[in-house]
Structures are given as C-alpha cells and as structure tokens.
C-alpha cells in the first residue's frame, strides 16, 4: 500500500519481535497489552502476520476478518463495541433514493449520495457464529443495528438508542444498539446534521460523540475489541480516551481510510479534552 507507507505494515514485510502461539505475530510491545486476550488453542485461518497493522499508544488495527480476529480471543476477555453490517444494502438504497429524487424533480439535498467506494460490503449480514464468537469474547458488549439481529443475539433490557434530532426523513429517525446489560435502556440525541463536522469516510459512520458516550457503559479495564471496524471510529475514541483497542476492518478501501484518520488522530498535540501529551508524543512536540 502507498497511502501511508510509514504507518502501514503491507503483507511478506519482515518485522522483529513478533512471537508464535494465539494471536499469531501480536508484536511483543503489544503483548502486555493484549497478551490476557489470547487464546492458545484457538488459531485464525490467516495469520496476522501477514496483513497490514496500524498500531500505537494500545490501539491496533488490522486489515483482517472479523473471524480471524475473534478466533484469537479469550472467552469473556474484552469488552465488544461494533457496527457490523446489517444486510440491507445501504449503499445502494441510498443510489436509489437520490437517483429517484433527481428523477421526480425534488431536491437532492436530502437525498445526497456519496460514493465511499465499495458497495457490497452491506449485502449480507454477519452469519450466526460470528454472533456467537462476539458473545463468546465479549464479557460485556454492545453491537449496533441490533434490531437487524435480533433473531441471533439474546434478549436484553438494556439497548442504546441513537436520537439523530430529525423527524420525517427518508431514513431512519433512530438507531438502536442491542446490549449484553440488564439496567434501563439509555437514549443519546445527537443531530445528524451536525454530527460529522470533519466530514465521512463511511456510509455507516457513527458519530464520535455517541461512540465515546457508548464507552463509557463498558469497564474502563476491558480492551475494547470491533471486528467491524470500518471508519475506526471506535479506535478513535479508545486514542482519546486513552484506552487499550483491537479491531479489524476487512476492506482495503476502508481500512486505508481509517488508517490516514487514526494517524491524524494520533499526530495531535494534545488530547482533545484533556490538554495533555500522549506519552508516547511528548518528544516529538518539545
């Protein structure tokens, strides 16, 4: 890859310090870090080694599948916080409805489609023992669009509920997200038009602000782990948190995008709210 070569490890790269056994090539600077979430029996078809990683500060992410990831994890050893797709095709209803728009003489505006590039990946959804490797690893999850699954997660009397401020749209008014807690459900209202200040990289991006919001309902001492990574919001959250992250995204286009974000996120001076230097940052700005 070219994107970011500095910051992407492309496949048959050789690296030192990488060790055999669980998450197969978990570097040893992350083996502190993520060492009490490997599973020594279970191994992924792919070895991790052999894709591309970003990692600093205890957030890693790699261009993997969402199997390969969760096969190296422990029963009951991190906390789950994902978006998986929902298999409704969103991409391209989103090319229908602003096609039909501009067809009927309406304003696009409220139809605006945005091409992110790869449109498949919204076809299916996640088949049934993804689900259970989730609630296998997952001591305390929270997956978004849980409505879409509802026939493959257990019931919960806690769900997340993203009020997105608008009614009358051509989209949904809410976004729920299923929950492994028994407490009262929570509602967030952020509106969506002033959600994405920074603008998108992915059809389905969640806002930062209900990702972080969402965090702070998983214990602060579970590594967060989305195997659904996509625009890496969650990653994004976890930096400026400071809080220890494993995911993956499986599409190249997404994944280089997440990564050009995580790194802007990671060269900034300071933690925004926090206005102090990662540690890992302060030779670099004095």
């Known amino acids: 890859m070219e994107v970011l070569p500095a910051a992407l490890r492309p496949a048959g790269t050789p690296r030192r310090g990488y060790r055999r056994g669980g998450l197969r090539a978990l570097p040893r600077a992350l083996h502190d870090d993520f060492g009490p979430l490997i599973g020594r029996t279970r191994v992924p078809d792919i070895n991790l080694q052999d894709v591309p990683v970003w990692s600093k500060d205890g957030v890693t992410l790699y261009q993997t599948s969402a199997d390969a990831l969760l096969a190296s994890l422990d029963d009951q050893s991190a906390g789950v916080l994902t978006d998986p797709p929902y298999g409704i095709g969103y991409d391209k209803q989103l090319s229908r409805l602003t096609r039909k728009a501009r067809e009927e003489g309406k304003s696009s505006s409220r139809f605006r489609y945005r091409d992110y590039g790869d449109t498949s990946w919204d076809d299916q959804r996640p088949d049934d023992e993804i689900f259970e490797e989730l609630l296998r690893v997952g001591k305390e999850a929270i997956v978004w ?142």
């Open 145 to 286: 669009g849980g409505n879409y699954f509802a026939d493959l997660l257990p019931p919960s009397q806690r769900w997340l509920v993203w009020d997105k401020g608008q009614r009358d749209f051509s989209l949904a008014d809410v976004e729920l997200a299923w929950t492994s807690f028994d407490k009262a459900s929570r509602c967030k209202t952020i509106a969506r038009s002033a959600a994405f200040p920074e603008g998108r990289i992915h059809p389905t991006q969640k806002p930062l602000e209900l990702i972080s919001w969402c965090l702070s309902f998983l214990d602060p001492d579970l590594v967060v782990v989305d195997p659904f990574a996509g625009s890496a919001t969650t990653a994004v959250a976890c930096l400026r948190a400071g809080r220890k992250f494993v995911g993956c995204e499986i599409f190249p286009t997404y994944f280089e995008k997440a990564v050009v974000r995580l790194e802007d996120e990671w060269s900034k001076p300071t933690l925004p709210g926090f206005g102090e230097l990662r540690p890992a940052q302060e030779e670099m700005f004095q």
